[in-house]
């Protein structure tokens, strides 16, 4: 039986606040270091194949320690391709556990950005312009998906809980999708291989989160691009429901134990995957 969710004429409240998922996103942090201290270098990473921890560490220690300090605390006017990767240049690169204190370092400065006085500073997000705070959803739903991913080395269930995950979830579908080109734009660049971003089905499907009864529509604009809306806002082909730890895994194209209970077109829920299609 699917969760009442409230219809999109009821004011819902999605976000948390900013203590919230700043205790969430130290939580997280603490958590995956602990979790990468206790794993060899060369431990595969279950959920992302061909991964090893040292492999997840010097990700996580470029993300935390330059990329999100960097991006949340430059104003776009003084962003620079260069500003950032010189600053990338001076993290993880010196091996698992050097890599660790990188990370929690970076989490440290991070944290330090998000109890300023200059949260609405516009600052670069993959070409276009967003207030500072942004970024701080954005590192939230990084992180706690690289925990899941960490905690899979060590035979473990990350302890994020559910409206964490559905915040994550919200970040993705609301934030995420009306960019994905963009984004997708920005990780070509690194890697001098052009792609474009996965196009959005005609037809709109549901996601929900049962165990927060949450609802997200994913309808596509008169513009082409992905316009999600929170809540059932129409009589969708597909309706895909699962715990919210494993629409948010899906999400990311991790493997789950459980697949999404889907009422519909499946494939055709499949097709509105596009962060996992863009090859994020």
Excluded at 14 to 35: P, V
Excluded at 66 to 74: H, V
Excluded at 189 to 208: H, R, W
Excluded at 247 to 257: E, I, S
Aim: hydrophobic share 40%; aromatic share 8%.
């Amino acid at each position: 039986m699917r969760p009442v969710i409230p219809d999109s004429g009821v004011v819902v409240r999605f976000h948390m606040d900013l203590s919230a998922i700043t205790d969430w996103i130290m939580g997280d942090a603490i958590e995956i270091a602990a979790l990468l201290r206790e794993a060899d270098s060369g431990e595969p990473v279950a959920t992302c194949p061909g991964w090893t921890a040292a492999d997840l560490s010097g990700h996580l220690a470029t993300a935390y320690g330059a990329w999100y300090p960097y991006n949340i605390s430059t104003p776009v006017d003084q962003w620079t391709p260069d500003g950032l990767m010189a600053r990338m240049g001076r993290v993880g690169g010196g091996g698992h556990q050097a890599s660790i204190a990188d990370f929690e370092a970076g989490v440290g400065e991070f944290m330090e950005h998000c109890s300023g006085s200059d949260l609405d500073t516009p600052t670069w997000a993959f070409g276009g312009v967003k207030p500072a705070r942004w970024w701080i959803r954005r590192a939230g739903t990084e992180l706690t998906v690289h925990l899941t991913d960490a905690a899979s080395m060590c035979d473990r269930d990350a302890s994020t809980n559910a409206e964490c995950h559905s915040e994550a979830i919200d970040e993705v579908l609301t934030e995420v999708f009306p960019i994905l080109d963009a984004m997708k734009a920005v990780a070509s660049s690194f890697t001098d291989e052009a792609s474009a971003a996965a196009a959005p089905p005609e037809q709109p499907v549901v996601l929900i989160a049962e165990d927060t009864e949450r609802a997200w529509t994913l309808e596509r604009g008169s513009d082409g691009s992905a316009r999600p809306l929170r809540g059932l806002t129409v009589d969708a082909a597909a309706v895909g429901t699962g715990s919210s730890s494993d629409v948010l895994a899906w999400l990311h194209g991790r493997p789950l134990d459980v697949p999404l209970r889907v009422e519909g077109d499946s494939a055709l829920l499949e097709q509105w995957n596009l962060f996992h299609r863009s090859q994020f």
